[in-house]
Nanobody
């Protein structure tokens, strides 16, 4: 069964850090660019970050530049999103998705994960 599974979300205070993981099963993640997206309550889903298949290209939304870092370990079939200096406006369900191609930006999603909730609150 082809699937992406996110983990690592939780409830944290402003200024804290979290690392999200996106693990693939049933296919080889190394052949795909991977993106992280998020959807806050009452808002549309938005792109957060993207990493090319080999990891040589990364892209970030302006709202997270300098605070979030995307990386991948193709040997573990996993992509990560390190989130530092979290703000209340980062509160959302975070999803990962793979593109049919190897490069960013994410244009043609093949598979979505089910999401992990990040709640930044004092």
């Amino acid at each position: 069964q082809l699937q992406l599974v996110e983990s690592g979300g939780g409830l944290v205070q402003p200024g804290a850090s979290l690392r999200l993981s996106c693990a693939a099963s049933g296919f080889t993640l190394a052949y795909h660019a991977i993106g992280w997206f998020r959807q806050a309550p009452g808002k549309e889903r938005e792109g957060v970050s993207c990493i090319s298949s080999g990891g040589g290209t990364t892209e970030y939304a302006d709202s997270v530049k300098g605070r979030f870092t995307i990386s991948r370990d193709n040997a573990k079939n996993t992509v990560y999103l390190q989130m530092n200096s979290l703000k209340s406006e980062d509160t959302a369900v975070y999803y990962c998705a793979n593109d049919v191609s190897t490069s960013c930006p994410i244009a043609y999603v093949e598979l979505w994960g089910h999401g992990t909730l990040v709640n930044v609150s004092s």
